[in-house]
Every structure is written in structure tokens, then in C-alpha cells.
Nanobody, 126 residues
Framework: QLQLVESGGGLVQPGGSLRLSCAASGVTLNYYTIGWFRQAPGKEREGVSC????????YYSDSVKGRFTISRDNAKYTVYLQMDSLKPDDTAVYYCALSEYYSDYLCRSGKLFDYWGQGTQVTVSS
């Protein structure tokens, strides 16, 4: 049974860092594009970052480019999102998801991401 479990969220001060993990089970991770998405209260879901299933191409939204880094360790069935220079606007529930496809549009929209984790809360506040 395919399962995704996010971890690593928490409370951090502005300017701080967190590393989120997405642990996958029941799936061969390197076959899939992995995306990180976030949703803040009262806001639409936002595609934050993706790493492709073919050549490890990456996508970052403009709001996190230069501050967040996505990586994957297929041997550990885990994808990471290193988040640096965090801002209060980064506060949201963060979700990881799997897709068989990759494009910037899909990473922005979340379309064709068929499997989702339960999410982990990230709060950036002083």
C-alpha cells in the first residue's frame, strides 16, 4: 500500500531553517516526480517545489526560489525540502505528493499528483 508521511515541521523564528522529509512506502520512489505543496488558512494551495522522475530536474515557485532546496534519496525512499531564510509568509501546512509526470505547470497546479501525504505544519513567527 502506497503511503507518504511528512515530518520535520514546527515553529521557527523568521530567518531560521527547517528540513522537511517525505518518507514513501509501497512505491519505487525513483519512478515518480515528487512535489511539495503548501496551503495557508484562507489561501489556495500553492505548488512550492518539485523534483522530476527522469533527470532530477527541479521546479521552485518564485516565492521560495533561492531559499528552498529539494532533494531525493531513492535508497531511503525519502524526499527532502530544505527551507532556509524562512519568512512569516511561509507559514502553512506542507504536503508532499507523487506524480508520474513532470512539468512546471503540473508542479504549480498540483494536477496529476495522485498520491498525497497528510501534511506537516510549518509556523514562522517570532
Amino acid at each position: 500500500q502506497l503511503q507518504l508521511v511528512e515530518s520535520g515541521g514546527g515553529l521557527v523564528q523568521p530567518g531560521g531553517s527547517l528540513r522537511l522529509s517525505c518518507a514513501a512506502s509501497g512505491v519505487t520512489l525513483n519512478y515518480y516526480t515528487i512535489g511539495w505543496f503548501r496551503q495557508a488558512p484562507g489561501k489556495e494551495r500553492e505548488g512550492v517545489s518539485c523534483i522530476s522522475n527522469s533527470d532530477d530536474s527541479t521546479y521552485y515557485s518564485d516565492s521560495v526560489k533561492g531559499r528552498f532546496t529539494i532533494s531525493r534519496d531513492n535508497a531511503k525512499y525519502t524526499v527532502y525540502l530544505q527551507m532556509d531564510s524562512l519568512k512569516p509568509d511561509d507559514t502553512a501546512v506542507y504536503y508532499c505528493a507523487l506524480s508520474e509526470y513532470y512539468s512546471d505547470y503540473l508542479c504549480r497546479s498540483g494536477k496529476l499528483f495522485d498520491y498525497w501525504g497528510q501534511g506537516t505544519q510549518v509556523t514562522v513567527s517570532s
